[in-house]
């Protein structure tokens, strides 16, 4: 079974708007992490957010916010005021088990389309 | 500030050749990992090293190998190469106090002809 499930495989948005990009996530840990990663054209993963499964919050970190919603097993990266540059692909990520090992299983990703 | 710095950046062999990937980590981390994106597909992950010491195995082929230096450098040795082979290869770095969090390299990528 897909542990990190993206059903968008593209979006479009329009410059400064809000976007949602869709995360569900399948595990039986109590002890789980939640990433976002960014891929431009270019090739390089950008580290966007964390959020760790204990953690009450949402995360945020500038621009963007983790909707994290535990019982849907949802964890939704929320880009506000999009920007041309976020044009990209999408990696959301989960890192199980506490710790030991961090290697986060990654999704098939979201590209995400900035329209100006 | 510093990042993951990988070499080369473009690479292109021939089947059955061999090639070696260098990762240099952000500056005091410990912790690097090394994984594969096909074209068109999620990151898949190799194998990772702490402290010089291969700390977990994904589903790297046995025809490579990897290890980590005193310097916390890391090379990916990749030999008999195949087509299949022709990918990004990413090497991420992570320090104790934030292992959830893997700043990744601009990858390499590998054609293999």
């Known amino acids: 079974a897909q542990k990190i499930t993206q059903t968008q495989p593209g979006m479009f948005v329009q410059e400064k708007e809000a976007v949602t990009l869709d995360c569900t996530y399948d595990?039986?840990?109590?002890?789980?992490?939640l990433f976002w990663y960014k891929q431009p054209s270019s090739g390089e993963m950008i580290f966007l957010i964390y959020?760790?499964?204990?953690?009450?919050q949402n995360a945020t970190e500038g621009r963007y916010s983790l909707n994290f919603q535990k019982a849907r097993k949802s964890a939704n990266l929320v880009i506000s005021a999009s920007q041309l540059g976020d044009s990209a692909m999408y990696f959301c990520a989960m890192r199980e088990g506490q710790g030991g090992s961090y290697i986060p299983t990654f999704g098939r990703g979201t590209s995400l389309i900035v329209h100006p | 500030a510093a990042g993951v710095i990988q070499s080369p950046r473009h690479l292109i062999k021939e089947k059955r050749e061999t090639a070696t990937l260098k990762c240099y980590p952000i500056?005091?981390?410990?912790?690097v990992y090394w994984y594969q994106q096909g074209p068109g597909q999620d990151p898949q992950f190799l194998i990772s090293f702490y402290e010089k010491m291969q700390s977990d195995k994904g589903s790297i082929p046995d025809r490579f190998s990897a290890q980590q230096f005193s310097d916390y450098h890391s090379e990916l040795n990749m030999s008999s190469l195949e087509l299949g082979d022709s990918a990004l290869y990413f090497c991420?770095?992570?320090?104790?106090?934030?292992?959830?969090?893997?700043?990744f390299g601009p990858g390499t990528r590998l054609t293999v002809t």
């Open positions: 991420a770095s992570s320090d104790a106090l934030h292992r959830h969090e893997q700043y």
């Open positions: 959020q760790g499964s204990y953690d009450e």
């Open positions: 595990t039986s840990d109590q002890s789980y992490g």
């Open positions: 500056p005091r981390h410990d912790t």
